[in-house]
């Protein structure tokens, strides 16, 4: 069972700011660990789309962006599009299990 | 550009092990700054991480799964390898063999996924 919790679903209309959370515990985001992001298209290979908190890596659009606060995390769609529609997992390491866990997902729908 | 495979059975018998071997291309897996690593997808689930391991065979792995799991590195053919043992449908998946960027810990590049499926 995932340690990360994120909303099942999250929806805006084309141009919209979507804003998808991710929320931990003191034994992995709360404890500064960092979080990252991977986009899923369905039928494809997950792409990692932030990493570091709040980094992109090259060809990840700008609209894109993460931050990190407390024992939780978000991940900002500015000016979602059509081709946003996916799943997101946030991603971190957890001190009590060592090892590294995954947010439930969250399917964005435009 | 790296370029990473997954290869091994579709089909495994229950109580059986699952063996996939994961190649790398376009670049060493002794690279001193990555480890490699499994992820897991169940049809229609989420991601879960398996392990990873290092170039030296140290490896470290999911406490749910780390009594059924071994993860070894073959330097000389650039592969590393999966195994899971005593496999039951609850590990029909699909497996992607992913590099794990460690100290900051994510997944940057990742295999295209091969589904394996537990069944008589």
């Known amino acids: 069972q995932s340690v990360l919790t994120q909303p099942p679903s999250v929806s805006g209309a084309p141009g919209q700011r979507v804003i998808l959370s991710c929320s931990g515990s003191s034994s992995n985001i709360g404890t500064g660990n960092d979080v990252h992001w991977y986009q899923q298209v369905p039928g494809t290979v997950p792409k990692l789309l932030i990493y570091g908190n709040n980094n992109r890596p090259s060809g990840v659009p700008d609209r894109f962006s993460g931050s990190r606060s407390g024992t939780s995390a978000s991940l900002a769609i500015t000016g979602v599009q059509a081709e946003d529609e996916a799943d997101y997992y946030c991603q971190s390491y957890d001190n009590n299990l060592s090892g590294y866990v995954f947010g439930t997902g969250t399917k964005v729908t435009v | 550009q790296l370029h990473l495979q997954e290869s091994g059975p579709g089909l495994v018998k229950p109580s059986g092990t699952l063996s996939l071997t994961c190649s790398v291309s376009g670049g060493s897996i002794t690279s001193s700054s990555y480890y490699w690593g499994w992820i897991r997808q169940p049809p229609g689930k989420g991601l879960e991480w398996i392990g990873s391991?290092?170039?030296?065979?140290?490896?470290y792995f999911n406490p749910s799964l780390k009594t059924r799991v071994a993860i070894s590195v073959d330097t000389s053919k650039n592969q590393f390898s999966l195994k899971l043992n005593s496999v039951t449908a609850a590990d029909t998946a699909v497996y992607y063999c992913?590099?794990?960027?460690?100290?900051?810990?994510?997944?940057?590049?990742w295999g295209r996924g091969t589904l394996v499926t537990v069944s008589s």
């Open positions: 992913v590099r794990d960027v460690t100290v900051t810990g994510y997944f940057d590049y």
């Open positions: 391991t290092y170039y030296s065979g140290y490896t």
